[in-house]
């Protein structure tokens, strides 16, 4: 087809027959011949070049025309050859502007200019097309154009490889499905073809005799690579590489998007990045070019992702959020952060920029928030503990990187102390209204009466059976987290709640038990603190059980969350109330905060898993809460801690809280022990100003009154409801390099891909929690959070058709055969799995 049949067939008269009436501004004369061969009984061809008034009357009379019975015109076009009017001055200037704004304009936008028709035209000669308006300032007329790849449809390569544009060609030359590879292996003729093609597309003159598929592809990769690179250099091209073949400039388009093309899809992807980490290393690259700091845009080749790497972390530290963010996002999801250590890297530097962002966000608001007690708390339940949990994501990938470059020291210094300088904006506030209000705020729910208003008025109703899950050192941001996961099974409610003070574990979880608001006292035994109920000591896990247990009798029933998941519980019909009991969180926390971090979301999986199980046995209700909260001390150093204030301090709770009596000086606050909330033998308790602990070296404390570890979460999730969890007809496929079933590192990337066995699932998410285990069933591989992975739970959401990349942390002492398997994160059923075998390099 001609250019002037195509813009004529195409372009102008789908668009006449579909307005009724058009207008085509021509100031180059380019199009009037077009114009005019429209024109038949049906379309009436206005010339307005000669005569203004006499063009105006013809389009007048053709549009009465039009609407007069009978009429056999259906459409008037106004040809004007003269620039389109764009401001409204000039439109009411122009005669002929009130039928384009009726009908419709030629040229409408920046897609109807002359190169970008004639690239439309013609797309599988773009370069040529390029060339030839390259060399015309005018534009070429219909006959160049017309004469640009004449004859040369590449019949034998379009035929063998089963594709049609020229991109489709040249991304089959490059990375040939199965198909496509065996068609070139059994058919002759088609390379003559392909040089042709590549010279015509690319200007690409290859110099391979070779005639086989294998011999120019290994030129073609290095010549496509390398283009890319070159165009997107910024500075000029080392002198050792100018003698390297590469596409003339007006090959950009196509040599960027195929190259695009073939990093994000999946069927190329491994095959790109072998080529890429060949080619650089053969010309050397990451050596000749280690002197340039810019290497523009595009990461074609493994060493460019360092530079931009680099790129992120000066934004950062400059605190130029802007410049590290569009960093960030245009490289934190690049072909090459699966290799070696780069995806921790980027992991860490995106929780680094996130919480950075947040810090700064919530300190400018903080002053319009810290008025009141209630002010500032409403603030830190909408807003701060976001910040507490992008605290806690970093710190956890920090746990799981080794900078053996040194390359992030300064970033995460950088991050912590931008929390650090927030939280003690935030404690400064709290503590002075603190000091003045007490402790817990008046008119909300605090921990006390947790148990009589959400369990035991449940138990009133016969029959009802609720279970009462307590989670040690459940902070709110995960109590958040954990709703958010909760709510894709069923109803459930969050709740902020007041721990009672001192927050710790004897206390907090003594004050979840029945009539703790009337009965809790904290008494001193020969210096010891020990929780009573009344005349019942509550200071262990049997003591307070067994206020439950006397109460209830044969209607209670108590195990560790962990047995209840795993084990087969068999309960008497009896049971109204089960207590689940959890430690995990601080426990681990308060062992080796610094490296168990990442176990958190395996306490809130099994939560979960625990309410399907508890649905599946007749439980009505669950009440979700915990004792205390808890702050992460990341920046902690030999000269963060608080002296102790003088005065006669018997219980010194956590190195965070001492409860006697004394003075209040210049780093602690003295405060009646009643006003705190705190009934017993003491009358006095000393706080820390700051959030620095009595002691030095606690990453990880409890203890004190700050926000995180003071307002806890209560979740009431309802089970008498259907299982919403259920995924439906949806099939997950697993996916390791192209079929490979040994790994050589200890992070493989795995790809992950969900489909929709029918209608009803198509627009619904699926969500999965991939887990590496042993022939004995034990977890030696969990995926790495963050970027694809939820950080909180651990488990990773897909859309039918979607595929992801997830990296897999293997434990580092374990070798051998294991399998990975896909498991929906509520039931624990396997969706897929996949048999791997460790080879890791001595």
Not at 110 to 116: A, K, Q, T
Not at 176 to 197: N, Y
Not at 322 to 351: D, F, M, Y
Not at 608 to 631: M, N, P, Q, S
Request: negative net charge; contains cysteine.
């Amino acid at each position: 087809m001609s250019i002037a049949a195509f813009i004529r067939d195409t372009i102008l008269r789908p668009r006449l027959i579909e307005a009724g009436c058009m207008v085509v501004y021509d100031p180059d004369g380019r199009y009037q011949s077009v114009c005019a061969s429209l024109e038949d009984e049906r379309v009436r061809v206005v010339d307005a070049s000669s005569s203004s008034i006499k063009s105006r009357l013809a389009a007048i009379e053709a549009l009465q025309d039009i609407g007069r019975p009978k009429s056999t015109l259906d459409a008037v076009l106004v040809y004007v050859p003269k620039r389109r009017p764009e401001t409204d001055e000039e439109k009411q200037i122009d005669p002929f502007s009130i039928y384009a704004q009726a009908g419709a304009v030629f040229p409408r936008d920046d897609g109807d200019d002359y190169l970008s028709l004639c690239l439309r035209a013609k797309p599988d000669h773009s370069t040529e097309i390029r060339r030839v308006f390259a060399n015309s300032p005018g534009g070429p007329t219909f006959s160049v154009v017309d004469a640009v790849g004449s004859g040369a449809s590449w019949p034998q390569l379009r035929a063998a490889l089963k594709v049609e544009s020229g991109r489709e060609i040249l991304e089959a030359l490059l990375a040939p499905s199965e198909k496509q590879a065996a068609a070139l292996k059994a058919q002759d003729g088609w390379s003559e073809e392909a040089r042709e093609f590549l010279s015509a597309t690319l200007g690409m003159s290859v110099k391979t005799r070779g005639k086989t598929w294998s011999s120019i592809s290994d030129e073609l990769w290095r010549f496509v690579l390398f283009s890319e690179f070159v165009f997107d250099l910024p500075a000029d091209l080392p002198e050792q590489l100018q003698g390297v073949p590469h596409a003339v400039a007006e090959a950009k388009p196509i040599i960027e998007d195929v190259c695009e093309r073939l990093r994000t899809s999946p069927a190329s992807r491994d095959v790109y990045i072998e080529r890429a980490e060949q080619i650089e290393q053969e010309l050397s690259l990451d050596r000749i070019c280690a002197s340039i700091e810019d290497l523009g845009s595009r990461d074609t080749f493994p060493f460019e992702e360092r530079t931009f790497l680099k790129r992120a972390i000066k934004g950062l530290l400059e605190n130029d959020l802007n410049a590290a963010r569009a960093t960030i996002g245009a490289h934190g999801h690049s072909v090459w952060i699966g290799r070696g250590e780069s995806q921790a890297q980027w992991e860490l530097i995106k929780a680094s920029f996130a919480l950075i962002e947040s810090c700064d966000d919530n300190e400018r608001q903080l002053p319009d928030h810290a008025k009141s007690q209630s002010a500032l708390i409403e603030f830190y339940i909408s807003s701060l503990r976001e910040t507490d949990r992008l605290q806690r994501e970093f710190e956890q990938a920090l746990s799981d990187f080794l900078d053996h470059q040194d390359l992030l020291s300064d970033v995460v210094e950088y991050s912590r102390s931008k929390y650090r300088r927030l939280a003690e904006k935030v404690q400064t506030a709290f503590v002075k209204h603190l000091e003045a209000s007490g402790w817990p705020p008046q008119g909300r729910l605090s921990n006390l009466d947790v148990y009589d208003k959400h369990v035991a008025s449940k138990l009133k109703e016969s029959g009802r059976k609720v279970a009462y899950i307590l989670v040690d050192a459940l902070r709110y941001e995960l109590g958040v987290a954990l709703e958010k996961r909760l709510a894709d099974d069923g109803p459930v409610e969050l709740q902020a709640a007041y721990a009672q003070l001192p927050t710790i574990t004897p206390v907090g979880m003594a004050s979840l038990l029945p009539g703790a608001r009337e009965d809790l006292r904290l008494t001193d035994e020969a210096g010891k603190l020990v929780p009573r109920l009344g005349d019942a000591k509550v200071a262990n896990v049997s003591q307070r059980m067994d206020v439950l247990r006397k109460r209830l009798g044969d209607r209670f029933h108590e195990m560790t969350l962990s047995d209840f998941v795993k084990a087969k519980p068999r309960l008497s019909k009896t049971v109204d109330l089960i207590v689940l009991r959890s430690t995990e969180i601080d426990s681990q926390l308060e062992n080796n905060p610094e490296s168990t971090l990442g176990l958190i979301p395996n306490t809130l999986k099994l939560v979960r898993v625990a309410l399907h199980k508890l649905r599946e046995l007749g439980f009505h209700d669950a009440v979700i809460a915990t004792d205390h909260g808890f702050f992460l001390n990341g920046h902690a150093s030999d000269g963060d801690v608080c002296s102790k204030p003088q005065g006669n301090w018997a219980v010194n709770a956590h190195d965070r809280a001492f409860l006697g009596t004394g003075n209040a000086d210049n780093h602690s606050v003295v405060i009646d022990a009643a006003k705190l909330g705190v009934r017993g033998d003491y009358q006095q308790v000393a706080l820390p100003k700051s959030m620095a602990p009595y002691r030095a070296g606690h990453l990880y404390f409890h203890g004190g009154v700050s926000l995180p570890e003071a307002i806890v979460p209560v979740l009431v999730a309802r089970l008498d409801t259907k299982d919403l969890s259920g995924s439906g007809s949806f099939r997950v496929e697993l996916n390791y390099k192209r079929g490979a079933k040994r790994i050589t590192t200890r992070v493989p990337v795995v790809e992950v891909s969900a489909s929709s066995e029918d209608m009803f699932t198509q627009d619904k998410n699926i969500e999965v929690l991939l887990e590496a285990q042993s022939a004995q069933d034990d977890v030696v591989g969990e995926p790495r959070p963050g970027g694809d992975v939820n950080p909180a739970t651990r488990t990773i959401t897909l859309r039918p058709g979607e595929s992801k990349q997830i990296p897999i942390r293997m434990e580092p002492e374990f070798e051998g055969k294991f399998r990975l398997k896909a498991l929906d994160p509520v039931t624990m059923a396997a969706y897929a799995s996949l048999d791997l075998e460790t080879d890791y390099a001595v």
